[in-house]
């Protein structure tokens, strides 16, 4: 076998080692995360979906944040259609230990949460370990992210 | 006025395809009037291509809301500069720059290599003009910048562009992207060129290895000048997210880091030829790539292809395309390509070229599967999965420090087949740095094993670099009786892209000793009243006050906080907290006190009702070795690609000062 039949042989081992070794991390660094909206999510049995990492797209509920300042964590409810839409539904409790939420973060904003499900005393909250807002848009105005803009009052 | 801009589009157009087909004529007859008429015709769409910018350019300066395009990006408060920097701020304005700089690049390369290689002009015209055509149709027919507001629309005052965009470095970084993107259609093209008309020996890449070498530095530039920006703006304290429009750009780097590392074997060993072109192919199709997912924003909605639209089909369209016509010469070409060598030992530089490039395309399958595993899954399994930067970092952790090892194995690696006796005496040296360093850092630190091994072979990557060098440079002095400057000076000259190549090494280890850094990063929050105090690390902080920044553009806060190591004073910083009035934009800027050793990074997160603020401090070790090591590169890659006379080879022959001087032209 010619040397370089070797090396792509060789190649491929370390490849399968690689991947194999990725694999066995995915509960752990690789694991992924279903990426869903709010309506996707609550429609699929939230309570059960405890301990699954998630990630779920949704929108502040006007007036739900709560910053405890003692308690270094924050409040708050999001839902699936954007408020100042005239957007009402369900909405779901978000649990996120820590006060530093993004700038964007407001009534209204778009969100991504990243984090579990608890529902421990029969309330769903979900525990987020991430919250991500709306990434301003390179290739459009601010304008383009109607529902930060004009959802908030200054 | 903008009618000249739409109709110097149009014309463009009619332009372009009239040069694709005198291009394919030429190249088929091989008849040089054809040939003309393709190479005008590029450097005509350069020119209509240019008018189309300065008439956007003008409206943009003068705030000529009656164009949409202006309405969206603009506004009359954005300084000048940004209000020019606004056109590649949006979708249509930036596809007209990549159209430009094709017409640049393309126009420029014909002309560098008129007198020469004449048979592959036809070909390397038709390629840049069929790029530059679609471009043409979607700046024409979808989505023109021209194009204007209805009567009843016309604003008074833009939108202006996101004031986290308005940073100098946002205003060069995606010119410098795109510079570097445009940039391998050159030697995509003559690649193209060189297999259909069966010139399929070293010439292709060697005519292009500048054109190619710089789109790659600046690529390179642009990536972490865009780091450099998201650490100082966005302010999570931060530089790499593996964001989709970060591995977008980060992708075809790595293709184009692999391609020019192998070229080498070909010139030197004529092996490879395939590789070769299958690397160039596979950059210029994440070029391309790229620029689809960075505008498309496929991946980055919950819905993929529903948000893209026609514009997202159409683009990725144009990929396959252009990536099926490419690879099908390869496969069509395959046999003239096939090397009659063979390696002759896993232990040689060749062998390890090609694990250069196994490892390189491996990093890319992480950094696409990452990338695409949402879009894939959604089309695949109706679920939409998505990985983090958890499991970017854990890959990229592995074959980064390969790729590292590389860096300092590859060059000291005897050719063909390395004796026992080559590898003692190359690498003893530097493998005793590489274990002796990473033993010491482990005893005094003792965690973070990946880190130290990175450090370790950094320090092996290093003692390789100057040992190559003192040999040298020694050499020079002894056998030419040189001094050191001048030695130094002889040795960039005659063997330019090895010796401009280690410093380019060097900066990259650099930026590795940096990034290995925030294996140790620290971060806390605090909450703290007025004269209230904060520690982390061996640093103090009090925090004086807080004051509001009534500016134009934006109000908020700005904290003061003292910084101290202990009792020594050090800073004032003065973190804020911004919100831009017309954008209705928050941002925070983060204060940040720098040394070599680590950065200070404090983020006011918020001056919460009770009149105390929140802090997040972060430490953040040897973070700054990062943009130190991007200067090194910088130089290196000007060392490289220096314009150096033409000189004919001599066999070694002795010169000396004098001789040389003279035969420079000095």
Redesign the interface.
């Known amino acids: 076998m010619?040397?370089?039949n070797?090396?792509?042989i060789g190649?491929v081992l370390c490849?399968a080692l690689?991947g194999w070794y990725?694999y066995s991390?995915l509960g752990?660094?690789?694991?992924?995360?279903?990426?869903?909206?709010l309506d996707e999510f609550l429609a699929s049995d939230p309570a059960s979906a405890t301990g699954r990492a998630l990630?779920i797209?949704g929108y502040v509920t006007n007036g739900t944040i709560d910053?405890a300042?003692e308690e270094?964590s924050e409040r708050f409810a999001i839902q699936n259609a954007p408020p100042h839409g005239g957007g009402t539904g369900d909405t779901l409790a978000v649990l996120y230990p820590?006060?530093?939420t993004p700038?964007?973060f407001?009534d209204g904003a778009e969100v991504v949460v990243?984090g579990h499900v608890d529902a421990a005393d029969g309330h769903v909250v979900f525990v987020a370990e991430n919250v991500l807002a709306k990434?301003?848009?390179?290739?459009?105005?601010?304008?383009g992210a109607p529902e930060?803009?004009s959802g908030?009052n200054? | 006025m903008a009618e000249i801009g739409t109709y110097s589009l149009r014309l463009a157009l009619l332009i372009a395809a009239v040069g694709i087909a005198a291009g394919i004529r030429g190249g088929l007859s091989g008849q040089a009037e054809w040939t003309r008429v393709a190479q005008r015709s590029v450097g005509l769409v350069f020119v209509f291509a240019s008018i189309a910018m300065l008439v956007l350019f003008h409206a943009l300066a003068v705030s000529d809301f009656t164009l949409e395009y202006v309405a969206a990006h603009s506004a009359r408060s954005m300084p000048l500069p940004y209000r020019l920097a606004a056109l590649w701020g949006g979708q249509a304005g930036s596809l007209l720059l990549w159209l430009w700089m094709l017409a640049a690049y393309g126009a420029s390369a014909l002309w560098a290599n008129r007198r020469h290689h004449r048979e592959l002009a036809p070909w390397v015209a038709a390629s840049m003009l069929a790029n530059a055509a679609f471009f043409l149709v979607l700046t024409n027919f979808l989505t023109s910048p021209f194009d204007k507001l209805p009567p009843a629309q016309v604003v008074s005052d833009g939108n202006g562009l996101n004031p986290l965009l308005q940073h100098p470095a946002m205003m060069i970084h995606p010119l410098l992207l795109y510079t570097g993107f445009v940039g391998f259609s050159v030697p995509f093209s003559y690649a193209l060129a060189a297999m259909i008309t069966g010139r399929l020996d070293t010439t292709w890449f060697r005519i292009t290895r500048r054109w190619s070498l710089f789109a790659w530095a600046v690529l390179g530039v642009g990536l972490m000048l865009g780091g450099r920006w998201a650490y100082e703006v966005l302010g999570w304290g931060g530089y790499w997210a593996w964001d989709p429009v970060e591995n977008a750009a980060l992708m075809p780097w790595l293709a184009a880091t692999a391609y020019l590392h192998s070229v080498m074997i070909q010139e030197k060993r004529d092996m490879l030829k395939i590789w070769n072109l299958v690397l160039i192919g596979i950059t210029y199709t994440l070029c391309l790539f790229g620029t689809f997912l960075t505008r498309s924003g496929v991946v980055q909605s919950v819905h993929s292809f529903t948000n893209a639209g026609w514009f997202g089909y159409i683009f990725l369209g144009y990929v396959a395309v252009a990536a099926l016509f490419f690879f099908g010469f390869v496969i069509a070409r395959r046999n003239p390509l096939r090397s009659t060598k063979r390696i002759e030992s896993v232990v040689s530089r060749e062998a390890s070229f090609i694990f250069n490039n196994w490892i390189f395309l491996a990093l890319l399958f992480v950094v696409f599967f990452g990338t695409m595993l949402p879009v894939f899954s959604e089309w695949l399994l109706d679920k939409r999965m998505t990985l983090g930067p958890a499991y970017f970092n854990l890959f990229a952790g592995i074959l980064g420090l390969a790729l590292l090892f590389l860096t300092g194995f590859g060059p000291l690696i005897a050719w063909r087949r390395a004796s026992a006796n080559s590898l003692r005496r190359q690498f003893t040296l530097p493998f005793t740095a590489g274990v002796a360093t990473a033993l010491v850092l482990g005893i005094w630190l003792r965690r973070e094993p990946l880190a130290i091994a990175y450090w370790g072979c950094c320090a092996f990557v290093i003692a390789s670099i100057v040992q190559e060098y003192v040999l040298a440079l020694a050499a020079r002095m002894r056998g030419h009786g040189e001094s050191l400057p001048r030695a130094f000076a002889t040795l960039l000259r005659k063997n330019q892209r090895r010796y401009g190549g280690y410093i380019v090494h060097l900066g990259m280890v650099f930026v590795f000793i940096g990034i290995t850094g925030a294996a140790f990063d620290r971060e806390r929050l605090e909450n703290v009243r007025p004269g209230g105090e904060a520690q982390i690390g061996p640093y103090r902080f009090e925090y004086l006050t807080a004051d509001p920044i009534p500016q134009q553009h934006y109000g908020g806060a700005r904290a003061r906080v003292a910084l101290y190591r202990g009792d020594e004073p050090l800073a004032v910083m003065k973190p804020e907290k911004r919100m831009y009035w017309l954008e209705q934009q928050p941002s925070s800027i983060p204060a940040i006190y720098s040394t070599l050793l680590e950065d200070v990074y404090v983020i006011l997160t918020a001056i919460e009702p009770d009149g105390s603020a929140t802090f997040k401090l972060y430490l953040n070790p040897l973070v700054n070795w990062i943009w130190a090591g991007v200067l090194v590169f910088i130089v290196g890659s000007l060392t490289v690609m220096w314009p150096a006379p033409a000189r004919p080879q001599r066999a070694g022959a002795a010169t000396t000062g004098a001789a040389m001087d003279a035969e420079r032209g000095a």
């Open positions: 010619s040397k370089g070797q090396i792509a190649a490849a690689l990725g991390q752990g660094a690789a694991t992924y995360r279903y990426f869903q909206t990630r797209k910053r300042l270094r820590s006060l530093e700038d964007l407001q990243e990434c301003p848009s390179k290739f459009q105005a601010a304008a930060a803009a908030t200054l």
